[in-house]
Structures are given as structure tokens and as C-alpha cells.
């Protein structure tokens, strides 16, 4: 029996407003095992993040879980906890690095102070000079100069402050950490450096990874495996090679075939909304899931 | 490296400096461009209500000299600084010989009081009242209660004034209808004097606040709303912080930012607000002398006191400038 780290089962959110409810999520699982790194892919608007938030129960109004699970350690339903509980679980065991890291960061308090309330709302240290340097530790696992640990959010640079992020999200060793599109507004180079550090430190920490992310390339890179999303509907799961090798599902082959390549340049289209939609009627008719190899699994085409 | 610099400073306190002189260059040309000459409008009137004064023109001669009306103009202008710089302003025309100053020292406290506590109160209850109202967890029957904090806002503060005044004191006689304490009591650090020093202010400081303190609760509440979707605070609810704590360090904290400078644009207008609220509670203190000195063309008593809010003004805008890199690091980093 593998003993999961994150098992989502027939996750569904909604948005509700007044005139209408918009179905964000619709009815997902998946599972990410102990040191594994599952990359979510898929188009903006497919409910990706919404589909991270609602793990963390950090959907901001009028998004509403409205069904399903989330067990963490195969032992706790995140969407039952009482909100003491799930404080008590936050950072601890669940870590976010969030979208556009730019925003991450309280303009007003140093980096030292924004790593160490994370971990003092958790844990008791009274010893200010060792804490201290467990920050400085920190700081040096992410690859960052001393001097940051003194300074404020705007004396850093983007990629600087991404790392401070990571950095704050592994200061607890949580069993799980869920990155929101971690490199996206970096360039590319620091897009690289961002990217190594991350699985240093997952490495290192032995934690399992949520990715979230649209750049099919990175991902390659990153992930063990592969969930790919649309309208709501993960559609294809498998591991990274197989996926993009043989895609089953006809929107993963679209999305792999929309990639760029060096070899053969090509025409860039984008998917018309008459086969998108397609795709997504059938998906609300069912959403039903075949296994085509061990560990790959393909919606109804 | 953060905080307050040297160089922000002096920037600051040269602006200031700057500020003050050429507003006081401004109450010298507007006051010598004003048509007619006060001391000739006098005795001319004086001459028409008693009839033909002799040697009239030596008098008035004399009196230019005495003013030093005589002199070229730039040497008047430099003793104007001269002697605005050490607080001279000479002496009363209608309240002949009272200097200006002695007149401003008695007044000066009052208005700063006054002023004082108003803005205090302000900053303090509307942010904190600002706060609640914008904080996602406030229960709903306390946020219905927004709009009453606005009632006052659109009307002017002399109206409130009045109100206040026809209410409280004429017709449930709770407070005194004029003055700024009661001049039975012997003045001083004793008990009496202060509480009735603080029952006579208690209306005025109440018109003021009433009116001005609604643009602080809505523009708090937005702030804090508008901060309490940014990405910093969603990443402290992930971190397992308690509401209250990241409400006061990540949200209310960022939210005090424009509050405070939206305060020191709105401090011309307090004291304004407040010249207009003393002389309706006959407040002894700069806004009723200035209201008086307007009426009686008592023109060194005006300039002086314009010159006086001038200062007021331009001092709390300084003391704010200083105080805004303490609270917003990267302010001073703009500079360097």
C-alpha cells in the first residue's frame, strides 16, 4: 500500500456570485507520493490555482469548496479542520511559495522578521541567537548572501526574493510543499537558478512537490509526474516522459504540440473554441478515467 | 541603510524652510498690494466722523515712520524677515500698545491644544475604527453600522457647530456656550481648572472630529480591504499566523502608509475647519483672534497669525516627512 502525502479525491469549487455559479474545479483527484513532484499543467483559467488554493483552504471569497477530500498523510481531511487545527498544520506540514513572488513579501518587515514569525507561531524558541542562525542557514541553503537576512523586501531583486520565499516555505521541513507558477515574471536564466533551488531544497528536505505551471519546457524538467488540467477536469495523469511522448488525450496532444520547438518551426496556432469546447461537453457528460499503461491515466476522448 | 538619513533630512527641512519663506514673502506683497494705506484710511475716517483734524498729514507722516513705512521697500522687506523670524510682529493697531506677540502667546496654546487632541483622536480612532470596519473577520452587524460614521462628513464644521452648540448647551445646558474655561477657577495644574478646561473644550473638539473623521474610516477601510487581498497576506494566512496578528503587522501596518499622508494633506484643512469652530464657541485661541483682527483690519494682528498657521501647517507636514521613513523603509531609498 503506498502511504500518500497528498491524496485529492473528487475536489470540486465553485464560485458563486449572485447571478451565477461558476464551476472552477469539477470533481478532481490525484495523489502525490513521499519525495515526489507532481507538476499541474494547463491553460490559464483551468483551475489550477484554484485547485491549490482550495488545498490550502486559502480560496478567497466567493470561491467554496463544495465537495470532496483532501488527506495529507493519509491520516487528516484538511477541508474538516477546525481553524486552530489547520493553523496548527499550516507551514508545519503544508507550505505555499506563491504566484509572482514580487507581492510575496510584507514591504514594511525585514526579511529575518517575515521567516521568523512563520516559525515562531509554531514553534517555541527563546534563544533569539539561535534562531538566528537557523534563519542565516536558511538563507545559505537557497544560495543567498548574508546580508539579506537584514534587509528589506525592495532592496532585493525578483529572483532574490523568490529564493527568500522558498527559503520560508522549507523553514519548518513540511511534508508537502505546493509551488503556484514559482517562476513565472523571472527571466530565464533566473527562471533556471529559481528552479535548481527549489529541487536542492525539496531534495534535501526529502518533501513531496506540488507544481503548478502553464511552461510545458520547465515542467519537463521539474516534474515526476504529470497532471494535466482543462475547464476544471485533470484529463491525463502519468509520468512526465510518457505524457509528453505519447499523449493519450486529444487536448494533451494539442497542448504538447503547441510547444515550440528549435528543429521544426511551425505556424503558432492556438486551440479554437470550437474543439475546446468540445472537449469540455464531453468531460461534463464524463470524466471517467482508464489506465492505458501502469500509472497513466486518460479521460473518455 | 534604512529608516531616517542625514540627506533625506535636510532635503526635507530645506523644502520646509523654503516653504515658510515664501509664504511670508507672500503676506508682504499681498499686504502692501492691498489698495490704501491703513494708517491714512484711519484718520481720514477719524476726520470725517469728528471733523477737520490739524496737522493730520503730520501725523500720518509720523506714524509711517514709526511703522517704517517710509523706508525703500527692500529695507522693509528685510526687516519684515528680520523681524518675523524672531516672532516681532509690533504692536496691535486696535489694541494700541499690546504687542502682537503677547497676543499670540495667549492664544497659541489653546489653538494647539485644540488642534492637537482633534488630530490625535482622529488618527488614532479613525484608523482603528477604519481597521475593523475593512477586517474580513468583523462580524456583519458591525460593518452595517458604516454609514452613520458618515453623517457628518458632508456638512461643513460650523454647522456642526451650531448643532452641537444649540443642543448641548443652549437647550440641555450640559456644556458652556462660550470661552475656554471656566474664569472662576484659579488657573494652573489644579484639578478644577483642568476638568473645566476640558468641559469647555469638549464641544469644539467634538465638531471638529464629527465632521473629519469619516474621510479617515472610509480611507482606512478601503486600504485594509484592498490589503487584505494582497499576496503577502494570503502567504501570512498560509504560514499559520493568528488573524489578529497578521491584521496589525502585514495588513494595518501597509494600510497606515497613505493614511499618513493623506493626514498631512488634510491638516490645512483641519486648522481652517478650526478657526471657523472657535470663533462660533469664542474659543480664545488663534482662529477667534484671527476672526476678530479680520473684522476690526487689525493688519499686524493678521499677518501674524497667517503667518502663525503657516508655520503650524508646515511644521506638522515636517514632522510627518520625518516620521514616514521610520513606518515605510523605502521611502528614503528614493532619494539616494
Redesign the interface.
Known amino acids: 500500500m503506498n502511504s500518500y502525502v497528498l491524496d485529492v479525491r473528487k475536489l470540486k469549487v465553485d464560485y458563486a456570485t449572485s447571478m451565477k455559479t461558476i464551476q472552477a474545479v469539477k470533481g478532481i483527484s490525484f495523489s502525490i507520493q513521499k519525495g515526489e513532484t507532481l507538476g499541474l499543467i494547463g491553460e490559464s483559467g483551468s483551475g489550477k490555482t484554484t485547485t491549490a488554493m482550495a488545498i490550502?483552504r486559502?480560496l478567497?471569497n466567493p470561491g467554496r469548496v463544495v465537495g470532496g477530500e483532501v488527506i495529507l498523510n493519509s491520516d487528516i481531511d484538511l477541508l474538516t479542520l477546525s481553524e486552530r487545527e489547520?493553523?496548527?498544520?499550516?507551514?508545519?506540514e503544508?507550505?505555499?511559495i506563491?504566484?509572482?513572488?514580487m507581492?510575496?513579501?510584507?514591504?514594511?518587515?525585514r526579511v529575518c522578521e517575515q521567516i521568523a514569525?512563520?516559525i515562531l507561531?509554531?514553534k517555541e524558541m527563546n534563544d533569539k541567537n539561535e534562531l538566528n542562525e537557523y534563519i542565516k542557514n536558511l538563507l545559505k541553503l537557497v544560495g543567498l548572501p548574508e546580508r539579506v537576512f537584514?534587509q528589506?523586501p525592495?532592496?532585493l531583486s525578483g529572483g532574490m526574493k523568490q529564493r527568500v520565499?522558498i527559503a520560508?516555505a522549507a523553514s519548518l521541513n513540511p511534508s508537502l510543499l505546493i509551488a503556484d507558477e514559482p517562476t513565472s515574471a523571472l527571466d530565464v536564466i533566473t527562471q533556471r537558478i529559481v528552479a535548481q533551488t527549489l529541487l536542492d531544497i525539496k531534495e534535501r528536505l526529502n518533501t513531496s512537490l506540488l507544481i503548478i505551471g502553464h511552461d510545458i519546457g520547465l515542467m519537463a524538467q521539474m516534474a515526476d509526474r504529470v497532471a494535466v488540467m482543462i475547464d476544471g477536469f485533470i484529463v491525463e495523469v502519468g509520468t512526465m516522459q510518457e505524457v509528453l511522448s505519447s499523449p493519450e488525450h486529444q487536448y494533451t496532444q494539442i497542448l504538447v504540440d503547441s510547444m515550440p520547438s528549435i528543429k521544426r518551426r511551425k505556424p503558432l496556432t492556438a486551440i479554437d473554441e470550437r474543439t475546446r469546447s468540445e472537449i469540455s461537453n464531453k468531460l461534463c457528460v464524463s470524466s471517467e478515467m482508464t489506465e492505458v499503461t501502469t500509472g497513466h491515466w486518460v479521460a473518455v476522448n | 541603510m534604512n529608516g531616517l538619513t542625514w540627506k533625506y533630512a535636510l532635503h526635507r527641512i530645506g523644502i520646509y524652510l523654503l516653504t515658510i519663506l515664501i509664504s511670508i514673502t507672500l503676506i508682504f506683497v499681498i499686504s502692501r498690494a492691498v489698495p490704501g494705506d491703513p494708517i491714512e484710511n484711519m484718520w481720514r475716517q477719524l476726520e470725517m466722523q469728528k471733523g477737520q483734524i490739524e496737522g493730520v498729514d503730520l501725523i500720518i507722516d509720523h506714524y509711517k515712520e514709526l511703522f517704517g513705512l517710509n523706508e525703500p521697500i527692500g529695507i522693509q522687506y528685510l526687516k519684515y524677515l528680520w523681524n518675523t523670524v524672531r516672532f516681532e510682529f509690533g504692536v496691535s493697531f486696535v489694541h494700541y500698545p499690546t504687542s502682537v506677540s503677547s497676543m499670540i502667546g495667549h492664544a497659541l496654546p489653546w489653538t494647539l491644544g485644540l488642534g492637537l487632541i482633534t488630530t490625535l483622536i482622529i488618527f488614532i480612532f479613525g484608523n482603528g475604527i477604519g481597521a475593523v470596519f475593512g477586517w474580513e473577520r468583523t462580524p456583519k452587524f458591525i460593518k452595517t453600522i458604516i454609514p452613520s460614521s458618515l453623517i457628518f462628513t458632508s456638512i461643513p464644521s460650523v454647522l456642526a457647530a451650531l448643532f452641537l452648540l444649540s443642543i448641548f448647551s443652549k437647550n440641555l445646558g450640559w456644556f458652556p456656550l462660550a470661552g475656554a474655561y471656566n474664569s472662576n477657577v484659579t488657573q494652573g495644574w489644579n484639578w478644577p481648572y483642568i476638568a473645566s478646561v476640558i468641559k469647555y473644550g469638549f464641544l469644539p473638539v467634538l465638531s471638529i472630529l464629527l465632521v473629519n473623521i469619516g474621510w479617515t474610516i472610509l480611507g482606512m477601510r478601503a486600504m485594509v480591504v484592498t490589503i487584505g487581498g494582497a499576496d503577502y497576506v494570503r502567504l501570512a494566512q498560509a504560514k499559520g499566523l493568528k488573524p489578529f496578528y497578521i491584521l496589525k503587522k502585514y495588513t494595518v501596518r501597509n494600510a497606515l502608509l497613505p493614511q499618513l499622508t493623506s493626514l498631512a494633506l488634510s491638516l490645512g484643512g483641519l486648522i481652517s475647519g478650526q478657526v471657523l469652530v472657535e470663533s462660533i464657541f469664542s474659543y480664545p485661541g488663534m482662529g477667534m483672534l484671527i476672526f476678530r483682527a479680520i473684522r476690526e483690519q487689525d493688519f499686524n494682528v493678521i499677518q501674524a497669525t497667517s503667518y502663525m498657521f503657516i508655520l503650524i501647517t508646515a511644521t506638522s507636514v515636517l514632522l510627518i516627512d520625518l516620521l514616514y521613513p521610520l513606518i515605510d523603509p523605502r521611502i528614503t531609498h528614493g532619494e539616494d
Open positions: 490550502l486559502l478567497q489547520l493553523r496548527k498544520v499550516r507551514w508545519t503544508l507550505a505555499l506563491t504566484q509572482g513572488s507581492n510575496s513579501l510584507n514591504p514594511t518587515m514569525d512563520g507561531a509554531h537584514n528589506f525592495h532592496e520565499c520560508m
